[in-house]
């Protein structure tokens, strides 16, 4: 969390760039007491000091005695301060820390991970990744374990599939906890709507959604190209080859000269 931290008499004010928010004293000055301050909380009084305000989409964080609880205005939600950190992810979920571990809740109030992890970041598809003991995993909206916290990284390639590094090496796992790939690889990614490409010490191949092989590493470079089509790299030169593997475009063209070349494949 970047902290941008002004001291004005005894009043903290910590910034949250990831989040739309505004933040209000309750202490006496310029602006005056805000209105109703402490609707929906026990414990405090108007005057409290050292007590701010950050207002997120429906739910609002109040800082006391150190603590960090939330409530919202119509009473729904009364968290008492029990957070000893904060941060805004998105609009939607809030990481919340206890004695340096960390949960997530979103901003009805509701508990989404329970705050027992050394680091939680989020991915897409309201996805997150989180950390224990040095091992990453992945665990999802409704708080339930996608990736297990088994592996030394995880990224996330689509909302099902997932990269998993062990010892350097990356493989393939579905969102259903499936290894698809044995970690063997300097490196995966997303290949089009249903391919990855595999790179093996600097050359790279393709494998389905099964993790079977349909190229074996040995291209400099692979992208895509229109139908079942993909352009390659080796030695310099381009070419364009199919989804298998056979040449379509022989590998002796410039990376423009051959997009000329694949456009008379269709």
Do not use: C
Request: hydrophobic residues 35%; aromatic residues 10%.
């Amino acid at each position: 969390m970047k902290k941008n931290l002004i001291l004005a008499i005894t009043l903290a004010v910590f910034a949250l760039p990831s989040l739309a928010y505004t933040t209000t004293s309750n202490t006496s000055g310029n602006g005056g007491p805000i209105n109703n301050p402490n609707a929906g909380v026990s414990g405090l009084e108007p005057g409290d000091e050292d007590t701010y305000y950050t207002h997120y989409k429906t739910i609002t964080g109040y800082k006391s005695n150190g603590k960090w609880g939330f409530y919202s205005k119509d009473g729904r939600i009364n968290l008492p301060p029990m957070f000893t950190e904060i941060e805004g992810l998105n609009y939607e979920y809030i990481k919340v820390a206890i004695n340096g571990q960390w949960g997530i809740i979103d901003t009805n109030g509701n508990q989404i991970i329970q705050p027992k992890y050394d680091d939680i970041s989020i991915m897409e598809h309201d996805l997150f990744k989180v950390k224990l003991n040095g091992k990453y995993g992945v665990i999802n909206k409704n708080g339930n374990v996608v990736v297990k916290v088994l592996y030394d990284d995880v990224d996330e390639l689509t909302s099902n599939y997932f990269s998993i590094e062990e010892n350097d090496r990356k493989g393939l796992i579905t969102a259903a906890g499936k290894v698809i790939i044995k970690p063997q690889y300097d490196d995966i990614e997303k290949l089009g709507s249903d391919l990855f490409k595999v790179e093996s010490y600097d050359r790279w191949g393709v494998v389905d959604l099964n993790g079977k092989v349909l190229i074996a590493p040995k291209y400099d470079k692979i992208e895509t190209a229109k139908g079942n089509y993909l352009k390659v790299k080796h030695n310099g030169k381009w070419g364009a080859v199919t989804t298998t593997g056979e040449e379509a475009v022989p590998i002796v063209y410039g990376p423009l000269q051959v997009n000329k070349y694949i456009k008379k494949l269709y």
